[in-house]
């Protein structure tokens, strides 16, 4: 009989208005290890305080998974838990790679990271981050990257209309999206539009200033913010290409999504993007670099044999783009092997 997994994750986990790719991915694995048979006990934390007392509170017969976020938040409870019960965690990023990241902060993920006894990584690329920095030996780390959804898709009737899907944050990068927009215009490349969806709330003042920028372009830059279901599912549909303009990004589920859709992208070629997009008809171009970026825009309006070969790239790659049950698979063999 299997152990209870008692699963770490930050507060509002299944809220819908607290949309993230870790929060996203923390669900499926709860959904698909419950499926396997698992014992998966959600344990919600807010802070330190909370971290710190959920874990003193797991029985000595338990498996303890925690969500990276939660654990650089407490790293004295978790080696603590560390030393008396299997722990694994789930890294979804690597702090250090973020711009201004606070130096305690990094620390504290550091110490958790090195006390677990297995770390699972949500990208090649982050894994390779955390053994490069130090932080994981190889043999401690497996990688199982986010699933993907979306079904079929037909080209969109207008491949002007680009969408670009992610919290508005300065990592996400969509004021290099809009700088590379107003490019466009000035090289006489007109017709676009693009839709922005995401939060406004993770970081209020470079949202305001993005929806600022935005109102410069009129009516031909979207911000409709959170969207689910239906409802994103339908901008997917009306989109002729996805952009993904991120300045760091662990891995970019809106870019597998895109690819799970048969989308073509334009997206950085930073992080774990390129794993996410590989096979999906993608064009990758340096992060931070609007004037590249409307370059790269200026071909996808401009050239028709452009199009034709990313879209039919993005048809023949759906087939490839990861899923959920992929997933959970191989976090269930990281269980296993504790």
Known sequence: MRRPLCFVVPE???DPDRVSGGNLYD??????????????RMLPVADREATAEALSRIGADAIVMI?????GWAPDAVEGTAARLPVVIVAHMVSAAFAGSVPDLVDAENRALRSAGKVIAT????????????????????????????????????HRAMLCVGAIAPHKGQDVLLQALGLLDSDGHRGWTCTLVGSHTVDAEYAARVAETAAHFSDRVRMPGILHGTALD???????LLVAPSRVESFGMAVADARRRGLPMIA????????AAAG?????????????????????????????????????GRAGAPRWADTVERVDRVLESV
Do not use: C, K
Request: a positive charge; proline letters at 6%.
């Open 123 to 158: 990208s090649g690329w982050t894994a390779g981050e955390l053994v490069r920095l130090g932080l994981v030996n190889g043999d401690r780390i497996a990688v199982a990257q986010p699933g993907s959804r979306g079904g079929s898709r037909l080209p969109s009737p207008d």
């Open 280 to 316: 999906g008809g993608a064009m990758l171009v340096s992060p931070d670099d609007p004037r590249a970026l409307a370059g790269l825009l200026a071909r996808w309006m401009a050239e028709p044999a452009v199009r034709s070969r990313l879209n039919d790239e993005a048809a023949h």
């Open 27 to 40: 669900r499926r694995l709860r959904e698909g290890l419950r499926s396997r048979g698992w014992d998966v």
């Open 67 to 71: 969500d990276g976020l939660v654990a």
């Open 12 to 14: 509002g986990v299944d």
């Open 234 to 240: 339908r901008e997917y549909r009306r989109a002729g």
């Open 268 to 275: 950085s070629a930073v992080g774990g993007i390129p794993e």
